[in-house]
């Protein structure tokens, strides 16, 4: 079993920083992929950022250019860094963990969650 647990989210004005965290403990050793994903209000959650064991990186449109997801393997912890930050980026993020299983499944992990609110 993987627990992980975000931190970092805030109030922050637009054109902002915010640098999240994801500490992930327990069974880690499998896990093949670390993403951020975000939801707001009345939609759906959505991924914003990825990264793999092989260090290849996928980000949405809308963040590309302003967001960087990196990982510390040797803390066990994931970033998600967010710069030029946008009223739209308003969200709770949440921090996930995928591991493959037999016959091409897989298993995700989900954080609690972290608020993110832009506003003037």
């Known amino acids: 079993q993987v627990q992980l647990m975000e931190s970092g989210g805030g109030l922050v004005q637009p054109g902002g920083s915010l640098r999240l965290s994801c500490v992930a403990s327990?069974?880690?050793?499998?896990?093949?992929?670390m993403a951020w994903y975000r939801q707001a209000p009345g939609k759906e959650r959505e991924l914003v950022a990825s990264m793999t064991n092989r260090g290849t990186t996928t980000y949405a449109d809308s963040v590309k250019g302003r967001f960087t997801i990196s990982r510390d393997n040797a803390k066990n912890t994931a970033y998600l860094q967010m710069n030029g930050l946008k009223f739209e980026d308003t969200a709770v993020y949440y921090c996930?963990?995928?591991?493959?299983?037999?016959?091409?499944?897989?298993?995700?992990?989900w954080g609690q969650g972290t608020q993110v609110t832009v506003s003037s």
């Open positions: 996930n963990a995928e591991k493959p299983i037999s016959w091409g499944g897989k298993l995700d992990y």
């Open positions: 327990g069974s880690i050793a499998s896990i093949r992929a």
